[in-house]
T-cell receptor
Framework: GAGVSQSPSNKVTEKGKDVELRCDPI?????LYWYRQSLGQGLEFLIY????????KSGLPSDRFSAERTGGSVSTLTIQRTQQEDSAVYLC???????????????FGEGSWLTVV | QQQVKQSPQSLIVQKGGISIINCAYE??????FPWYQQFPGKGPALLIA?????SEKKEGRFTISFNKSAKQFSLHIMDSQPGDSATYFC??????????FGQGTELSVKP
């Protein structure tokens, strides 16, 4: 597709279950970001992958959160033992080379809406 | 030092008026300042961006004003239209790193 694709678009899960959220970045984009947006809140940085460099995991809120990026393309964000406070929209974004550098635009997907009940 | 503070939280403007949203930052290493527009149920989309070597950038009805010494930048929407009603986020980054976002401004343009 032409844009950043995320799946599932909506997920309802029970407290304590694990969830996986998937992101397909724009083809050729080497930088990939995950953000979290709680209802009516700003965008909270979670993790950033850039090429073969070690990812910037500084935004992950706890060790229940992890992410990987396979083959420099698709990324999966995993939340283990989900809690109600994990309910939010999880947004993935990608850019050609580091976003902002040389004016590269960071493009966002439409997000995965996670509800923990 | 990594924070970006945005105001106001919400804004109501009459059609044809000027919408102004302000942001302030602390980290002087930031070198890229974009504004994103987000409609309900959609992901944010880049609206306009500026680098600290210029004081103003204009694209159509949208203008960024940048004050490096005050560490502030603002978005001006001229001739605001109901279709501009959305949430606007300012952001900043350093050397192509992660974007740090402001808390967002919910803009409502009344017909």
């Amino acid at each position: 597709g032409a844009g950043v694709s995320q799946s599932p678009s909506n997920k309802v899960t029970e407290k304590g279950k694990d969830v996986e959220l998937r992101c397909d970045p724009i083809s050729g984009h080497t930088a990939l970001y995950w953000y979290r947006q709680s209802l009516g809140q700003g965008l909270e940085f979670l993790i950033y992958f850039q090429g073969n460099s070690a990812p910037d995991k500084s935004g992950l809120p706890s060790d229940r959160f992890s992410a990987e990026r396979t083959g420099g393309s698709v990324s999966t964000l995993t939340i283990q033992r989900t809690q109600q406070e994990d309910s939010a929209v999880y947004l993935c974004a990608s850019s050609l080379e580091p976003g902002g550098l040389y004016g590269n635009t960071i493009y966002f997907g439409e997000g995965s809406w996670l509800t923990v009940v | 030092q990594q924070q970006v503070k945005q105001s106001p939280q919400s804004l109501i403007v009459q059609k044809g008026g000027i919408s102004i949203i302000n942001c302030a930052y602390e980290n002087t290493a930031f070198d890229y300042f974009p504004w994103y527009q987000q409609f309900p149920g959609k992901g944010p989309a880049l609206l306009i961006a500026i680098r600290p070597d210029v004081s103003e950038k204009k694209e159509g009805r949208f203008t960024i004003s940048f004050n490096k010494s005050a560490k502030q930048f603002s978005l001006h929407i001229m001739d605001s239209q109901p279709g501009d009603s959305a949430t606007y986020f300012c952001a900043a980054s350093n050397q192509g790193g992660k974007l740090i976002f402001g808390q967002g401004t919910e803009l409502s343009v009344k017909p």
